[in-house]
């Protein structure tokens, strides 16, 4: 059995060949609804004829896979920079921004968690 014999298969209703393709893992996510298979009529019953077409599939999927692998490695290297993460203020930062801002202390008040929300009270 060749290999694109594993890929064919008869369509329901038909006597025509299908190509049942599956789409690797890393490609998924760049197809229209993350497809696990391609799936595609030879337009054909005779299996040597079939066996044409579906080589001929399997190049074409192939090379736009690697078509979609390189457009994806090409996208994240153009992106700009991830943003740094801040780092979430402590009681200390806190309280000094409120003084900043209306001279309050947060001692005995619980001002905190609103302070962190974007609240100066």
């Given amino acids: 059995m060749r290999p694109v014999d594993l890929y064919l298969k008869r369509r ?13 893992a890393d490609v998924q996510p ?8 391609v799936r595609k009529s030879t337009g054909t019953a005779d299996l040597n004829a079939a066996r044409r077409v579906a080589a001929e ?4 999927y192939e090379r736009d896979f690697d078509d979609r692998r390189r457009n994806a490695v090409m996208a994240l290297r153009s992106a700009p920079p991830a943003a740094t993460a801040q780092r979430m203020p402590n ?10 801002v209306r001279g309050l202390s947060l001692h005995g008040f619980g001002h905190v968690a609103r302070l962190a ?4 009270a």
């Fill in 91 to 100: 009681h200390n930062d806190l309280h000094e921004e409120a003084k900043r």
């Fill in 57 to 60: 599939l399997v190049a074409r």
């Fill in 117 to 120: 929300r974007g609240f100066v």
């Fill in 30 to 37: 760049f197809l229209a609804g993350s497809r696990k298979y």
């Fill in 12 to 24: 329901a209703g038909t006597t025509n060949k299908m190509l049942v393709y599956a789409v690797p």
